[in-house]
């Protein structure tokens, strides 16, 4: 009695049948497909959300409705957000908002924040102004796209960026490392967001997220695990001036660091604990 399936159905039949199996035992396996998801997740729903976000375009206050929707990415790769000093968040404040910068995760983060900064949008690099549906949905909401190739011309961007924060009283993001790292500390700082916060008088806030113990580029391990966001208190810069820039830099990683590695302990101890 001939077969009723057909080779491409057999192959694709065995493939799902094996797709628990490799979950399970494969690191690499685990580590792409979560990412895949994630991807995959963010970008649809950017799709669907496309013709919201175009009643007004350019508003950061879009990033808001996306956040809604985009934050359950986080429950499809097993990551647990716990937000901490969100009372240091004054929604009728403007700040250039400092975070370090460990994977492409920390948008997930972000999501989680979303509806408590309220008016806050963010400095990209210009490459992903042309990630589809998403990089579209993110330049509707107001991101700031920037070739850090092109120094003069992001210079320009970001002051008139910074000049919007402080018209519409809202707050922009930046990722002052210029580089993801998860290697268990916080690179030094490039100048660019103190000076503007500098040149505008207006506070710095610094936004620390704990190690991804979880996720590892190098070994492709990607397991479930949490996070711990601690937003500082605000640094006032009134009366400061160019020369200062530096000791601010400094200054701030120097606290952010102590956050980072105590937060990362918190986690290491709760993780023991759990075990």
């Known amino acids: 009695m001939a077969s009723s399936y057909s080779y491409p159905e057999l192959f694709l039949a065995g493939f799902i049948f094996t797709l628990p199996f490799l979950y399970e035992k494969s690191n690499v396996f685990r580590y792409y497909l979560k990412f895949f998801l994630y991807y995959a997740y963010v970008l649809i729903t950017c799709t669907v959300l496309l013709p919201v976000v175009l009643i007004y375009p350019r508003d950061v206050t879009n990033l808001i409705v996306a956040s809604r929707f985009c934050r359950y990415a986080s429950y499809i790769v097993g990551i647990e957000w716990e937000l901490q000093g969100l009372e240091h968040w004054d929604n009728e404040q403007c700040y250039i908002v400092i ?68 018209k519409e009283r809202t707050k922009l993001w930046i990722f002052p490392e210029g580089a993801r790292f998860n290697k268990g500390s916080i690179q030094n700082f490039k100048k660019g967001a103190f000076y503007l916060a500098i040149d505008a008088q207006i506070p710095i806030l610094p936004v620390v997220f704990s190690q991804y113990y979880f996720l590892d580029s190098e070994t492709k391990t990607f397991e479930p695990g949490k996070v711990i966001i601690t937003t500082l208190p605000p640094i006032p810069t009134s009366g400061m001036t160019s020369s200062d820039v530096e000791t601010l830099s400094e200054s701030t990683r120097q606290k952010m660091m102590e956050v980072f590695h105590d937060s990362s302990k918190d986690l290491v101890m709760q993780r023991k604990v759990a075990i």
């Open 99 to 166: 975070s370090n910068h460990q994977s492409s995760l920390d948008i997930l983060g972000m999501f989680e924040m979303w509806p408590r900064m309220k008016r806050c949008t963010v400095v990209a690099k210009r490459p992903l102004m042309y990630s589809g549906a998403f990089g579209f949905g993110a330049w509707l909401s107001g991101l700031v796209f920037i070739d850090r190739l092109k120094t003069e011309r992001a210079r320009q961007l970001m002051k008139k960026a910074t000049q919007r924060v402080i």
